[in-house]
C-alpha cells in the first residue's frame, strides 16, 4: 500500500482552498490518498521572512485579481473574503482535535471552515463559528471548547508547524508526493503527472 | 486586428526561460502575436522588497528543483547554469537595440542568450557574449558596442523597467492579455484559455 500524500495548507491560504477541493479526487484516481495537515503561515514565515502575498506591493493587487481568476479557472466558486487574511489558529486546532477522533470528520469540518470563509465570507477566526461548523460534522461542543482551552492542543498545533518547517514547507498549499515536495495549487497538474508516471 | 500580448521577462529568469520557448507559438494559435519586453528584476525589486527565489530560506532550495521539474513537464530542455542569478543589464539593453532594428534579429537574439544560460551554462552577463550572441543574427559588432557604451540605450532600458512598474509588472514572466495580468509560467493554461474565450 502506497503512503498517503501530504497536504499541507493554511485555513486563510485562497490557494489551499483550491486545492481542498481538488486534492481528494486527484489523489483517488491514482489510488492514492491524502493526509490533510492545517499549518499556521504565521509560524512559517517567522522561519522564512515572508509576508502574506496581499501586502506585498504590487503583487498584492495582482493577487486579488489572480484568486478570483484562479477559481474561476478551476470551475470552483470564491468570493475574496471582507476580513482577509485571518487568524486561523482556533480553525487549525480544531482540526487536529476532530482529526484525533475521525479523520473523515476532520476533513469534513475543514471544508466547512474553507467554504465559509471564501464562499460565505464567515469570521471563522471566531471561536464560536468554529464550533458551530465543528458541530455539524458531529463534535461534541463542550469537549473541543474545553480541549482548544488546554494546553495539550496547542503543543500539538505548534508540533504540527515544526515539523512541516522542517519538512521545508515555505507555503501553502504544499504537498508532498513520496518525499517530492509540489508548492501552489497550480502544482496540481504535475502532481497528477507525478502519481500517474511515479516521477518524471 | 488585436494589439500583441506583453510579454515581460528578466534573462535571468528560468520560469521566464521556459515560457519564452512556447509565448509565441500560443499566441500564434490564437492569431495574436507578442511584445517581447525584457526588464531587469533587480529595479522591480527595488520597489516591491522582493528578493531573488534562490535565496530565499526553504523556498530557495525548493526552486532548484521546482526548475528543473518544470522543464522537464514542458518538455524543455533545462540545466541550472553555474553561476545565478547573473547581471542580464547588457543582454537586456542589447535586445532594445536590436529590436530597433529587427523585431525578428531581437527575438532570435533572445533566444540565444536564454539558451545559452539556461542549456549551455555560459555567462551571458559578459559583454563579449553578449555581443557574440548578436552578431550570430546579423547585429553589426561594433556598432552595439558603441550603443551599449553610450546613454540612449542606458536611458531605454530604465524607460522600460519603469513603464513595466507603472503596469503593476513584479516578475518574470509577466504577461499582458488585453489588460489582463498573468504572473508565472504556470499561468500559461490561464493564458490560453483567456485568449480562445475573450476572457473567463
Known amino acids: 500500500m502506497s503512503q498517503p500524500?501530504?497536504?499541507?495548507?493554511?485555513?486563510?491560504?485562497?490557494?489551499?482552498?483550491?486545492?481542498?477541493?481538488t486534492i481528494d479526487d486527484l489523489a483517488a484516481r491514482h489510488g492514492r490518498q491524502v493526509s490533510w495537515r492545517p499549518i499556521l503561515l504565521g509560524a512559517v514565515f517567522r522561519q522564512t521572512g515572508g509576508v502574506p502575498l496581499t501586502m506585498v506591493p504590487l503583487k498584492g493587487e495582482y493577487s486579488l485579481r489572480d484568486f478570483s481568476r484562479s477559481a474561476r479557472f478551476l470551475n470552483l466558486p470564491y468570493i475574496h473574503p471582507p476580513t482577509f487574511p485571518l487568524n486561523t489558529i482556533q480553525a487549525a486546532r480544531s482540526f487536529y482535535c476532530l482529526h484525533d477522533q475521525s479523520?473523515?470528520?476532520a476533513r469534513a469540518f475543514a471544508h466547512s471552515i474553507y467554504r465559509a470563509f471564501f464562499r460565505d465570507g464567515r469570521d471563522v477566526s471566531d471561536i464560536d463559528i468554529v464550533l458551530e461548523l465543528a458541530v455539524r460534522h458531529g463534535a461534541d461542543r463542550a469537549?473541543?471548547?474545553a480541549a482548544l482551552d488546554g494546553p495539550a492542543l496547542k503543543e500539538r498545533l505548534k508540533a504540527e508547524c515544526d515539523?512541516?518547517?522542517g519538512k521545508g514547507v515555505f507555503g501553502s498549499p504544499y504537498v508532498i508526493v513520496d518525499g517530492e515536495p509540489f508548492f501552489g495549487v497550480?502544482?496540481?497538474?504535475?502532481?497528477?503527472?507525478w502519481l500517474a508516471s511515479g516521477g518524471f
Chains 1, 2 share one sequence.
Open 186 to 193: 497550480d502544482r496540481l497538474p504535475q502532481i497528477e503527472r
Open 103 to 105: 479523520d473523515e470528520m
Open 163 to 165: 515539523e512541516a518547517i
Open 143 to 145: 469537549a473541543l471548547a
Open 5 to 21: 500524500i501530504d497536504f499541507y495548507f493554511d485555513f486563510s491560504s485562497p490557494y489551499g482552498y483550491l486545492a481542498s477541493e
